[in-house]
């Protein structure tokens, strides 16, 4: 089984659960109302997904109580995949998911910017001409207004520009202006309709041993001028250290490889002052800042009787708090400061519900709807307490409708029933806010000031349950579920979705066409609800010929799928296009591909995107044909080689035997493969003997991580950090004649025009004479770098190591790179 498959279903059993409703225990509750009664906060600032230090994190919001965000100014969609093919957007959106559920597990709250992660960048310089640094600076200005952070830590030194990523340095260097501007009436204006201006009181960096160049370097060097921050904490009523929740909050980040081993005993971190006053109790990041009810006018009577509960909190019965805790409810909403009084008011309504044992919850009968549709909802509400309730109505947003019950809710009598609802013809459909228009390489577009931050997909469809209680109408809000009982795992929940009538999918994201000749082109339609009927065009520029100009469809259930074929006629020259599906129903037209992302570990996604694929007609010629393909981290050249006319074979690497290997033209290694892949270890010396025999080998990029064998290659070669992150840095031939530079396609600088995100990543910086460096390449500013292509003969045959990025290139349809491999994989035939 491949590794990350079994990866998935390792972690199924564990993770099927992150999307159940929270149904926090006695020890739970009291830690809530502990947290009620702080009101200080932090923001700690960085660039990607897993830049985070859960550590501190889960320090400031378990240990000191503060409410704690999380700004990664990306979602990480530059990055690489070790549990699936998704990259770049669909990528963003698992790894957001991923932050989501890491800050349910470490207390912390979770925040983006509108900046994409366009890849790695080397300089900041670099990476703040490619994203807008105006709006990425208005968006953390945006954040800090509405979070009002008292304290910001940054992961990253805003005074080492080079010596990291560019979007790291960016981070901190952009911190330092949103510390002044956001309390500055005259920058963004415009913000000022929805929050106030704010003055963070200090800023930290994070110091950490990766600045000092190793641990060895860190623990030699002077710390006392650093805020030397005792975090080892045991929290005896949750039965976990510190580190221990911050390991499994950080093991979330599994689309990156990041499971960690929780550790316990004592743990230090490192801050910096960077602004602010300095502080005398190196323990208290908040010296000097109220962080009690003090704070908020009319808040002192609150302290005191939060304090009164905690001090007569009842494990046993956390219900006979209930009438204190709904007199401190009663006097948050008569406070004048909003901010305070949203905040404290959600928490106070969840412990009230959790100390009552009040569930409430609605779902629905289907896991999707269409606008317009009607849909049943089931609700149910139980009181499992003494204290008298009363279920007053139910109203479904985003209508307002509101549903009267006046039903008592008894101790442990359980209530439930059903209603039909017809969804909105103008709701939206569900899908990522920030995917719903069109970007840039460097930043996503929103332009509803009030959406940017927000971590999730905002979903309008929710209950409100208002309960009686204790005399009080109380408001909870529900998001719409689905929910079904699976035979392995049991009650499983899903987001409910809004869906188009009609979805459409190119079935091949890349059609490549190598002559003159017609091509089939395959569709998908799939039907969002019952008796949908129209016709399927597909689009292309005039110069390409589509036949027939249009397809009827009749799907007659919900769910079901039809796919239909086009022919399509390539231009007698080459080029490159975009071909767009087009389904019309009732003379509306629906241009949406619909993409599911369902893993285990993270609540399951819709993703609704412009359903298109890239056709290109390229002047390709191929030797060789049968392909064997080992899949490492996981990418989709596979399906790219298909689409070349090579006959590939996924090989398993424990079936690689020398019979097994002799009928295949070239084996080629997945990204990655080495770092991911165990058993390559015992079968390295079969490979390298299929290689003397006359193979091709050809191995894709490796980080300078674990690597399950140190000598992969038959000669010396070392792997570097070495990258060029600029695609179209100019290409220098070092080995014009080299065959595979000349047969059988003739490659020129054309080739390397057109290139996506980079030209390729971690080039070896050291090799043995057997081989022969074919490329060199550059980023501005900095040395040649020529290691992107090697190539050695290995008796009869050819061990290539390329870390040029095919896997990002040949599935974006880059006419130059399918040449290229194509010479590569021909190497002696």
């Known amino acids: 089984m491949h590794k990350f498959f079994s990866y998935l279903l390792l972690f199924c059993y564990v993770s099927v659960f992150a ?13 809530k109302i502990e947290k009620l009664n702080f009101l200080g906060t932090a923001l700690y600032i960085a660039a990607h997904p897993d830049d985070e230090n859960t550590r501190l994190i889960s320090f400031l919001s378990n240990e000191k109580m503060a409410r704690t965000g999380y700004l990664a100014l990306t979602r990480g969609d530059g990055g690489q995949n070790l549990i699936g093919l998704e990259l770049r957007e669909l990528l963003g959106v698992i790894r957001t ?48 207004r509405k979070f009002r952070p008292d304290i910001i830590i940054n992961r990253f030194d805003h005074r080492t520009p080079g010596t990291t990523h560019g979007h790291h340095t960016s981070s901190a260097m952009l911190t330092q202006e949103a510390f002044g501007l956001a309390n500055d009436p005259n920058y963004a204006p415009n913000q000022l309709k929805f929050v106030n201006t704010w003055q963070t009181q200090r800023v930290f960096f994070n110091v950490s041993w990766w600045f000092f160049g190793g641990k060895e370097q860190f623990d030699k060097a002077d710390k006392s001028k650093y805020i030397n921050l005792s975090t080892g904490v045991y929290y005896p009523m949750l039965g ?16 990156q490889g990041f ?11 490192y801050l910096e002052l960077i602004k602010g006053d300095n502080l005398k109790d ?7 800042i109220d962080t009690s009810w003090n ?21 046993k019965k956390p219900s006979s708090l209930l009438p204190a805790l709904i007199e401190v409810y009663k006097d948050i909403q008569a406070l004048d400061d909003n901010y305070w009084k949203e905040i404290k008011t959600k928490e106070i309504k969840d412990i009230i519900a959790a100390c009552s044992g009040l569930f409430v919850e609605a779902s629905a009968n289907s896991q999707s709807a269409t606008p317009g549709s009607e849909i049943t909802i089931n609700w149910e509400a139980i009181n499992r307490s003494a204290v008298p309730m009363t279920l007053k109505s139910l109203t479904v947003y985003p209508d307002d409708e509101t549903f009267i019950h006046n039903i008592p809710l008894q101790n442990n009598v359980d209530k439930g029933d059903n209603f039909t609802v017809t969804i909105p013809q103008d709701i939206e459909y569900t899908s990522p806010y920030w995917l719903k228009e069109k970007g840039n390489k460097g930043m996503y577009t929103v332009n509803d000031q009030q959406k940017i931050g927000i971590p999730d997909i905002i979903r309008d469809l929710y209950i409100s349950f208002e309960v009686e209680i204790d005399g009080v109408i109380i408001p909870f809000k529900r998001e719409l579920v689905y929910k079904y009982n699976d035979p392995a795992f049991g009650e499983v929940y899903q987001p409910f979705d809004v869906v188009p009538a009609v979805t459409t999918k190119i079935l091949n994201k890349v059609q490549l066409f190598k002559d003159n000749k017609k091509q089939t082109v395959q569709v998908k339609i799939s039907a969002g609800k019952d008796n949908c009927s129209g016709k399927l065009q597909l689009k292309l520029p005039d110069t390409w010929k589509v036949s027939p100009a249009s397809i009827p469809f009749n799907l007659e259930t919900k769910g079901s799928e039809q796919i239909v074929s086009f022919e399509v006629t390539p231009p007698s020259h080459s080029e490159e296009a975009v071909a767009e599906s087009i389904a019309l129903v009732n003379n509306k037209q629906y241009d949406k591909e619909q993409i599911i992302i369902d893993y285990p570990h993270i609540a399951k996604q819709q993703v609704l995107l412009p359903s298109i694929a890239k056709f290109t007609k390229a002047d390709i010629e191929i030797k060789g044909r049968r392909i064997a393909y080992i899949m490492g981290a996981g990418d989709n050249v596979p399906e790219s080689l298909r689409q070349m006319g090579y006959e590939v074979t996924l090989l398993n690497p424990q079936l690689i035997t020398p019979d097994i290997l002799k009928d295949f033209d070239a084996v080629i290694m997945g990204i990655r493969a080495y770092n991911v892949l165990d058993d390559l270890i015992y079968k390295q010396q079969i490979l390298f003997d299929y290689v003397k025999e006359g193979g091709n080998m050809i191995v894709q990029y490796n980080t300078t991580g674990h690597l399950s064998i140190r000598d992969f290659a038959p000669y010396h070669l070392r792997i570097s950090r070495d990258r060029v992150t600029e695609e179209d840095a100019e290409v220098t031939f070092l080995a014009p004649e080299n065959p595979v530079l000349n047969k059988p396609n003739k490659i020129t600088e054309n080739d390397f025009k057109g290139w996506v995100q980079e030209q390729g990543l971690y080039y070896p910086d050291e090799w043995g004479a057997e081989f022969t460096p074919i490329l060199s390449s550059h980023d501005k500013g900095e040395s040649s770098k020529k290691g992107a292509l090697l190539i050695a003969k290995h008796g009869k045959g050819y061990y290539i190591y390329t870390g040029l990025s095919f896997f990002r290139e040949l599935p974006e349809g880059v006419s130059g790179a399918y040449r290229l491999m194509a010479n590569i994989i021909a190497l002696g035939k």
């Open 259 to 269: 499971g960690t081993t929780g550790v316990r005993g004592d743990d230090m971190e």
């Open 240 to 255: 976990k250290s510190n580190q221990e929740i911050a390991a499994l909050s950080r093991s979330r980040h599994r689309s």
């Open 295 to 315: 704070r908020v006018k009319n808040g002192k009577k609150i302290g005191k009787a939060v304090q009164n509960i905690l001090d007569n909190y009842n494990y």
């Open 282 to 288: 190196k323990q208290n990041l908040f010296e000097g």
């Open 97 to 144: 998911q991923e932050l989501i559920e890491a800050r349910k597990i470490d207390g912390g709250e979770q925040f983006f910017s509108r900046a994409n992660d366009f890849g790695f960048s080397k300089v900041p310089d670099e990476t703040l001409q490619i994203w807008d640094k105006e709006e990425v600076l208005q968006d953390m200005v945006w954040i800090i």
């Open 19 to 31: 999307q159940q409703p929270q149904k926090p225990s006695s020890v739970e509750i009291y830690h």
